[in-house]
């Protein structure tokens, strides 16, 4: 048996721990284990095919990043070609990425990604090919598993931002907003803000209204506490208005979304005349060494992914469902998008003690 572990879209802290785990336990059963390197762009000749021996994952379980490399373009099946006139069209190269494949002797292929990873992988699947599945994705949105590998490392690093943001904002009576990552899911907004005590957590699963999210500010100021904390998960956006994003993105690739911090400093500071601060966490989140729950998950989906290779589980990815990690079909996974649920109870907790969702 031979097959090929792939690391595709965003980079989250514990790719490497499922790298190791993979790599060490296919090699223990006597298969052989290659990479493919930044994404699928090995397999459409853009990149390398390399081998991961037991020496080439030796010592890679606490770094961060991926020795593989990782891409959120280069989609096979919309690969983005540009034309003489400098403008870009797309084309279908999913057939070369399953030849070559074939021609390299890959009987099986562990793809780790978060939800574009798994749209891919079911639409490789469909197309023959024997793929399994790890959910990856620091903003713990992949549906069919309770979390993902990232997400707690995200998390404390947002955490420890929040507590040098507390007191400083409250030596000098401001208030600072801080922004999260989170396009579609408020999950590192919500834990994080919870966590470091934030007066004002706002996620894009409830639109805020700005009148609400100061008079929180205001009330505080009335009652002595002349600082306040605001977590906003990047994709946030206002009752009736719309998702703050940063100019255009390159092709093949997803709108920016940022910038709403920025916005609503400005904007408390107009409405409630107190001196506001924002700060972009952007991809420190992404970045360091996973914490222990995220090695510890990640080695246990990798050596689950390599069990359901040899259950031949394809189409299938690897999830929490404590105390278990099971598979669950990719048709399945994509169909549940995971979102902040408003009767979620760390939401009512939060609520109970006093946060406001803007709303």
Request: aromatic share 6%; glycine share 14%; proline share 4%.
């Amino acid at each position: 048996m031979r097959i090929a572990l792939s690391t595709g879209g965003g980079d989250a802290p514990g790719l490497n721990a499922v790298i190791r785990a993979a790599a060490l336990s296919a090699t223990n059963r006597g298969w052989e284990v290659v990479g493919i390197r930044r994404g699928f762009y090995a397999l459409l000749g853009e990149d390398d095919v390399v081998p991961l021996t037991r020496e080439a994952v030796r010592g890679i379980g606490h770094m961060g990043g991926t020795i593989l490399g990782t891409t959120n373009r280069g989609n096979p099946f919309r690969y983005p070609r540009k034309r003489a006139d400098g403008t870009y069209d797309e084309i279908d190269r999913s057939d070369e990425l399953v030849n070559h494949a074939r021609e390299l002797g890959i009987d099986a292929i562990i793809t780790i990604g978060g939800d574009g990873s798994m749209a891919l992988a079911q639409m490789l699947f469909e197309k023959g090919v024997r793929i399994v599945g790890v959910p990856k994705t620091i903003d713990n949105d992949v549906g069919g598993t309770l979390t993902t590998f990232g997400f707690d490392t995200a998390v404390n690093t947002a955490i420890e931002a929040l507590d040098k943001l507390h007191t400083t904002a409250e030596s000098h009576d401001r208030v600072i907003v801080m922004e999260v990552m989170g396009r579609n899911a408020g999950f590192i907004a919500l834990h994080s803000g919870l966590a470091a005590g934030a007066d004002v957590i706002l996620i894009p699963e409830i639109p805020y209204d700005i009148d609400k999210v100061c008079g929180k500010i205001q009330r505080r100021d009335k009652a002595g506490r002349h600082f306040s904390i605001v977590v906003v998960a990047e994709g946030a956006f206002p009752v009736g208005g719309q998702v703050s994003v940063l100019g255009n993105s390159l092709p093949g690739q997803a709108l920016r979304v940022g910038g709403i911090a920025d916005r609503l400093a400005r904007e408390i500071q107009a409405v409630t005349g107190k001196e506001c601060r924002s700060l972009v966490l952007g991809h420190l989140q992404r970045g360091g060494m996973p914490t222990g729950y995220d090695r510890i998950l990640a080695t246990r989906f990798g050596g689950a992914a390599v069990r359901a290779v040899a259950e031949e589980r394809w189409g299938e990815m690897v999830a929490l469902k404590p105390p278990d990690i099971v598979t669950v079909p990719f048709a399945e996974v994509l169909r549940d998008e995971r979102r902040v649920s408003l009767k979620d109870d760390i939401v009512l907790t939060a609520r109970a003690v006093g946060v406001s969702f803007g709303d």
